[in-house]
């Protein structure tokens, strides 16, 4: 960008976007900033609102946000766009986070991933694609309700600075939900584009136990950059590893490697280390560790509080970031 152009894209991101009553930056929704060839400033904004009265309202407001930075001839377009079909269009990397089999730490794993992305500076938000068994909400202390908008529009819950959806956000939590495969999949596609995600580095998507129609869903749908595996050294999960790997390099989905959760325990008393499982994940040829984790009870403390251990201190802490390090490192900005 012409570094001309700079304070004047400052100066116009704060704007509120009439209808969805957020900053007209975080919602990508200035599409074209540029000097004519006279001298003119052309300005291209996308708004969801179609209302005269709060388009007229929003030109002044960009006037007098532009007038410290410049004051010269203003070219202004304001475009109606329908959000529903620009819910990824600020997203650059999408990052999914699956198993294959249930229990082995994959929700942590996926919060403190992007936690850790977070505290690297990414802006991030996260999927929780575990539409009938939701965890996100609680591993991040979030209990309010996103924001349903005009046109079944969601507005992402802001928790700690990551961006979340989830089911456990939408129903109670005492709820059961006895949903069948066409509604799963409808609802997980509303996640992903009917949602104001904004700009984002990165979204991390939390996938669902097993090989099913989310997975599916997710594979016909959704152009992913990349998936974490999470496995813990135990030939019971190593199965369900193995198919789950098999599936998205089926669909052409790149593996960025594994992680191996719950691998070790340190004694709090004498300090040994010890390996808790007979098996090790390395018996999946061909993958790069990502990490290998501890059976860590900060973590699972963390979890419980709703405080993603990625932000916290110590060596657990320390692989989580560097688990973050690496995927970026893999699927730079």
Partial sequence: MNPKLTPILQALSPLIEPKLKWQIGELNLIKEIRFEEDGSLYVRIDLI?????EKQAFTQAVEQALA??????????????????????????????????????????????????QRLGYAVGVIDADIQGPSQPTLLGCKDKPQVLSN???LPLEAQGLKLISTGSLVDPNQALAWRGQLVSGTLLQFIRNTAWGKLDYLVIDLPPGTGEVQLTLAAELKADGLVLVSMP???????????????QEKQIPILGLVENMASYQCPDCGSIRELFPHSSTALKGL????????DPALALASDQGHPLAWGE????????DLAKKVAAKLPI
């Fill in 49 to 53: 609102s179609d209302s005269e009265e």
């Fill in 68 to 117: 410290p930075v410049y004051s010269g001839r203003l070219i202004l377009n304001l475009f109606k766009v329908h959000v529903a079909l620009n819910g990824l269009e600020g997203v650059k990397r999408v990052v999914l986070v699956g198993s294959g089999k249930g229990g082995v730490g994959k929700s942590t794993i996926a919060v403190n991933l992007a936690a850790g992305l």
């Fill in 152 to 154: 079944e529009m969601l």
């Fill in 234 to 248: 135990q030939e019971v999960v190593l199965g369900d590893v193995r198919r789950s790997l098999d599936l998205f």
């Fill in 288 to 295: 790069e560790h990502l990490a290998k984790l501890p059976l």
């Fill in 314 to 321: 110590g060596a657990t802490a320390e692989a989580l970031v």
